[in-house]
């Protein structure tokens, strides 16, 4: 989904680091993205946690393959109390047993969090929503005459040849594109034939594939007028840049993608673990998250102004997300990925 990205070997080193340090019973351990992202936790929301509380939160930078892969390797010793994922790999920690079930006793403001946000058994919590859904030109649309996509079929209009960028399979953008088309014609996660034969006539359109996430550079070039993407992503660019994007809701419905906190089981430290939970999906730090980072809020008591919700999920366009089936994709994925390899890709 697209977040923040991670190095093994900072990551690494800072695990090593804790181990080697033992953290204090009164510490919260908390594993998280880098970068940016790092930087504003341990800037701007954590130092009003850690003074509530008295206590220090260990930061430890990462990425979420990587922390489900400590998790595992740590399974009934973990050395982490709350660790961020990305939905997709936080479902295959919680298939494995290493997170555990959020409560509303431990994490009263759970009751404030939309339902979208909720993982599945409770096993973790969105701390904003991200909506994946297609992203087009304007300027590049109107010059060539062509109406703006309101479906994901529009991906295999004839009119948009050679100016679709599209992820492959490896990456969620292209994961969920397949998953769209197979419910754009019929099927699903479950039947995702009607997906691969939809592919094919996309593919057709494609001027390239992407392996990573980031498509500015085909939007900057003139290469692409359409592609999908996270309203989030887009947001950001535009911002940053000044470039004109537009971002569209299919009338399909567009997949959740969220950025999720979990609570690790059998933790050093579960009771703070949970009051950090609480304390980041609560009221003031999701406005917060919506405001600097164009998160949609997950807690349904946050109000945003005009000004302060362009661009983000809120309000109305919560309805339009649709629940992904992280269980039903992990376990058909390496069948998906070797057919795309086949078929699409080729």
């Known amino acids: 989904m697209t977040m923040m990205r991670w190095t093994t070997t900072v990551a690494a080193a800072a695990l090593t680091a804790l181990g080697a340090a033992q953290a204090q019973a009164e510490d919260v351990v908390f594993a998280c993205w880098g970068g940016a992202s790092q930087q504003n936790f341990q800037t701007n929301i954590l130092p009003e946690f850690e003074e509530k509380y008295g206590v220090t939160v260990r930061y430890v930078p990462g990425g979420s393959t990587y922390f489900v892969s400590q998790l595992q390797a740590q399974k009934g010793s973990p050395e982490i109390d709350v660790a961020c994922m990305d939905d997709g790999p936080q479902s295959v920690a919680r298939d494995l047993g290493l997170l555990e079930p959020l409560t509303a006793e431990s994490v009263p403001a ?5 339902p979208a946000a909720i993982g599945k058994d409770s096993s973790g919590v969105g701390y904003g929503l991200l909506a994946m859904g297609l992203v087009y030109n304007p300027e590049a649309l109107e010059k060539a005459g062509i109406e703006p996509p309101t479906s994901w079929n529009d991906l295999a209009d004839p009119r948009f040849k050679g100016h679709v960028v599209m992820g492959t399979i490896d990456n969620t953008p292209g994961l969920f594109a397949l998953m769209m088309l197979a419910k754009a014609n019929g099927g699903g996660v479950d039947d995702i034939d009607p997906g691969f ?3 094919k006539e996309v593919a ?3 001027g390239a594939f992407v392996k990573g996430t980031d498509m500015t550079p085909y939007f900057q070039q003139g290469e692409a007028w359409i592609t999908v993407w996270t309203n989030s992503e887009m947001n950001r660019f535009v911002k940053n840049s000044g470039f004109p994007l537009k971002f569209v809701y299919p009338e399909e419905g567009a997949p959740v993608v969220m950025p999720m906190l979990n609570l690790v089981k059998d933790s050093p430290n579960t009771e703070m673990g949970a009051n950090l939970i609480n304390y980041l999906v609560g009221e003031k730090i999701q406005k917060m998250f919506a405001v600097n980072s164009k998160l949609g809020p997950v807690n349904k008591n946050v109000e945003l102004s005009e000004a302060e919700a362009e661009g983000v999920i809120y309000g109305d366009a919560v309805d339009s997300l649709l629940p992904v089936d992280w ?9 998906w990925t070797k057919r795309w390899n ?5």
């Open 204 to 206: 057709q359109n494609i």
């Open 110 to 114: 759970l009751a404030d969090v939309v």
């Open 197 to 199: 034969a939809k592919m």
């Open 327 to 335: 269980s039903t994709i992990n376990a058909n994925r390496p069948e």
């Open 342 to 346: 086949q078929e699409i890709e080729r």
